[in-house]
């Protein structure tokens, strides 16, 4: 039953970690919300603070309920004290297998026995993490989009192990926070990165192949086809890092060489260029500027005629 999940610890307070702790809070949850850092954490809280005052600007949130949900957001640094009462902890580490193994073992050794044990995975094998686990019938995804506040889908993974009580659980939560669940099994990239990663590898194989220019890709997708952001900005929004590693995840899951990353993605994350993480990818990012200007890099392949 929902209604009984009342304390919810949030495991990394990066983009994602701090969008479901922005999300949980606003929604009348008390958050426990816990990193390595203290800093990471601080930044953390401050993000969550401005965007709810885009929230206050526009009349969707008042002053005193940015200040209560603000208020049922405390941060931790030790695992433990963060879950010991948890009835739902939600991981949002990075996408690294290893990490997030690491801390499943944890989780189940430090949380109550009834707790359900969630990651935001966004294609890691739900089976193979519930596996490290003594309770994988109680292991599930809750797969968030970027920026969480304002995206209202929240992928449901179930692992080979999830119990049909859990995902219904998760189902009505995510309903309750305001999102539309969807429920899908657990194979590589589920349904959202099955097929948003192609359509943003294919973007960046025609750019390396000269077909067309960054500006000219994101144009043809974003007017042609009524995406908000084109293909080549979506992947520095998501950060080119996860993308390659999501493609990994597909191209060895499937065995398929139709999922193989491509080159330019690879040597990009390998020198640097993280996208807007890192200030650079196939766009220049400057802090407080909207405008989207191609890295120098990519500005000469466009074609002005
Ligand atoms: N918190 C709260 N509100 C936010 C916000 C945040 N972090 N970011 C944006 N907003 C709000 C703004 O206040 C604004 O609200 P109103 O329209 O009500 O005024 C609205 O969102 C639009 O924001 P902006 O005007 O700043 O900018 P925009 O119109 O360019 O929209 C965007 C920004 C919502 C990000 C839009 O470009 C978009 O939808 N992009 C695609 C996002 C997407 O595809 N996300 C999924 C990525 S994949 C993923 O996350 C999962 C994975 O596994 C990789």
């Keep these: 039953m929902s209604e009984n999940l009342k304390n919810v610890t949030i495991i990394g307070s990066g983009t994602m970690g ?10 009348g949850f008390s958050v426990n919300m816990m990193d390595i850092k203290q800093e990471a954490l601080n930044k953390a809280v401050a993000t969550i603070g401005k965007n709810m005052d885009r929230l206050v600007a526009k009349g969707s949130l008042t002053e005193e309920d940015k200040t209560a949900s603000l208020a049922r957001i405390t941060t931790y640094t030790d695992m433990a004290e963060a879950v010991k009462n948890a009835d739902l902890v939600i991981e949002a580490a990075s996408e690294n297998i290893d990490l997030k193994l ?12 009834h707790c359900i044990l969630a990651t935001n995975t966004s294609s890691i094998s739900l089976t193979r993490i519930g596996s490290v686990t ?18 209202k889908l929240v992928e449901i993974i179930n692992g080979y192990a999830t119990e049909a009580e859990v995902t219904s659980t998760i189902y009505h939560l995510s309903e309750r926070l305001g999102k539309v669940p969807c429920v899908v099994n657990d194979y590589p990239g589920f349904i959202s990165n099955r097929i948003l990663m192609p359509l943003i590898n294919e ?21 042609g086809m009524a995406h908000p952001m084109g293909p080549l900005q979506l992947a520095d929004f998501i950060g080119l890092d996860t993308c390659y590693s999501i493609m990994h995840v597909l191209h060895m ?5 139709k999922y193989a990353p491509a080159t330019l993605l690879a ?8 996208g807007v993480k890192s200030g650079e990818g196939f766009y220049k990012y400057t802090p407080g500027s909207k405008e989207l200007i191609v890295s120098a890099r ?8």
């Design 18 to 27: 701090n969008g479901i702790s922005h999300v949980f809070a606003q929604c």
């Design 102 to 113: 690491n801390i499943f073992r944890q989780l189940d050794e430090l949380c109550p026995a």
């Design 253 to 257: 899951g499937f065995g398929n060489q």
């Design 267 to 274: 040597n990009m994350v390998q020198a640097g260029y993280m």
């Design 203 to 223: 973007a960046v194989l025609a750019l390396q192949e000269g077909v067309a220019g960054v500006t000219e890709i994101d144009t043809i997708m974003k007017l």
């Design 134 to 151: 003594k309770r994988p019938g109680k292991v599930i995804g809750m797969h968030f989009m970027n920026p969480v506040p304002v995206m």
């Design 298 to 305: 990519f500005a000469s392949k466009q074609w002005k005629i």
